[in-house]
Nanobody, 124 residues
Framework: VQLVESGGGSVQVGGSPRLSCAAS????????MGWFRQAPGKGREGVAT???????NYADPVRGRFTISQDNALNTLYLQMNSLKPEDTAVYYC????????????????????WGQGTQVTVS
């Protein structure tokens, strides 16, 4: 599985960019896909995840501002980010785990086998 993110860049405070993640060869009926981020000097943290039938999870700092969605026909994952804050500045990574649901441990990086290369989002 290959994951390729796009849509990052420099954004003003309050901006609303959308990140995309193109996924190849995701044919498993059960999967957990999501977005993580890593700010300078900090560990990688879970942002949001989504499963095959649309069940979502969000981290508290982004709940109500970010929306994760998927287009199964295009094998593409999205992250709509609204009302961006400087603390949202980070490298954003797409991640996938096949053959399993997200579950209560969705935010643990060790649960994900496949990762994209990351896309930088800078809010100022």
């Amino acid at each position: 599985v290959q994951l390729v993110e796009s849509g990052g860049g420099s954004v003003q405070v309050g901006g609303s960019p959308r990140l995309s993640c193109a996924a190849s060869r995701v044919t498993d009926a059960r999967f957990c896909m999501g977005w993580f981020r890593q700010a300078p000097g900090k560990g990688r943290e879970g942002v949001a995840t989504i499963e095959m039938y649309g069940t979502t999870n969000y981290a508290d700092p982004v709940r109500g501002r970010f929306t994760i969605s998927q287009d199964n026909a295009l094998n593409t994952l999205y992250l709509q980010m609204n009302s961006l804050k400087p603390e949202d500045t980070a490298v954003y990574y797409c991640a996938a785990n096949l053959g399993a649901v997200c579950g209560g441990t969705w935010s643990l990086t060790g649960n994900y086998r496949y990762w994209g290369q990351g896309t930088q989002v800078t809010v100022s």
